[in-house]
């Protein structure tokens, strides 16, 4: 059983959009909004990352996102 976690940009046409995570689970997909923006010309599609240009919003946007998976989805990865 593999977990796959992966950011993507709702929109990657517009100027401002925001990022959502997709999780695979358990052989199910769970696309997850977490309402943080990012112009899309800091993104880099290849790696999912944000461009290293913005070090103090790539910084937040990280911790603000390890926050909000840390909070909703800490049951799928307890040890049984």
Sequence with gaps: M??????????????????????HYRGKRYRIFTGEKIESQYWIKE???????RKKLEK???SKIRHFLGARFHYLFKVV
């Design 60 to 62: 937040e946007l990280k």
């Design 2 to 23: 593999r977990t796959k976690l992966n950011f993507y940009l709702k929109d990657k046409h517009s100027a401002q959009t925001i990022i959502f995570a997709s999780l």
């Design 47 to 53: 790696t999912r990352k944000i461009r290293k240009t």
